[in-house]
């Protein structure tokens, strides 16, 4: 594990090839329930150029109507997905003063994605860290502080990292300049995905029932 300081802690490979293609192939199974959406900007109402899911009691949304939490999918109002016990272990063991994690988004970059700079402040509290998995293709993660505009540091997460914010950096400005595509064997077709796993509220959340 390499402590970046101030609560960021990056563990290199935490899952091994046969772990990530596990979850992998939850991350499948998750997709075909609850299908890759396209999120866009609140105020101009552009896309993101990544695409977006989620599993968990809650799941990130971003439309025309703001940035949000929601308990059910935006495009087919079906709840969201159970989270992976693997990814529940995972909590566990690199969050462990935090009560359970409520939130799983998931991030699907082609190889032109990126992600610019952002805070994750959409929870109501900020105790519990944010919980980060990469599979697939290498991309360079930049983090800089809490404050926009100040200094930056880049480095890259590869398929089976760990990254976890915590700490004085809970709120530390973060993004994705750039995929690498063809760095991994993973994904069927080049690519990345990222797993965001987060405490949304400190009070528990009642998971909603699927109808079908
Ligand atoms: C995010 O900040 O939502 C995603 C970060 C990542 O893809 O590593
Ligand atoms: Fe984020």
Redesign the pocket.
């Known amino acids: 594990m390499i402590d970046l300081g101030g609560g960021v802690l990056l563990y290199r490979e935490y899952f091994d090839r046969e772990a990530q293609i596990a979850l992998r192939d939850a991350v499948r199974d998750i997709v075909l329930q609850a299908p890759l959406f396209q999120p866009t900007m609140p105020k101009t109402g552009k896309a993101l150029s990544?695409k977006m899911s989620n599993c968990g009691a809650l799941g990130w949304v971003a439309d025309r109507q703001g940035y949000r939490y929601q308990s059910r999918h935006p495009v087919t109002g079906q709840p969201w997905p159970t989270m992976p016990a693997m990814l529940q272990e995972l909590w566990v063991n690199v969050a462990e003063q935090a009560p359970a994690p409520q939130a799983c988004?998931i991030?699907y970059?082609e190889p032109g994605a990126k992600?610019g700079l952002?805070q994750?402040r959409d929870e109501t509290m900020f105790t519990a860290p944010v919980v980060?998995v990469?599979l697939g293709d290498t991309?360079r993660?930049r983090i800089g502080g809490v404050n926009r505009g100040g200094a930056t540091q880049s480095f890259k997460?590869q398929s089976g990292d760990v990254?976890v914010m915590g700490g004085e950096q809970r709120l530390a400005f973060?993004?994705?300049d750039r995929i690498y595509p063809g760095t991994s064997t993973l994904l069927k077709a080049p690519g990345?995905i990222?797993l965001?796993l987060r405490r949304v509220h400190e009070e528990p959340v009642e998971t909603e029932q699927r109808l079908v």
């Open positions: 990544v988004l991030n970059y992600m952002h994750d980060s990469s991309c993660f997460l990254l973060h993004g994705v990345r990222n965001t």
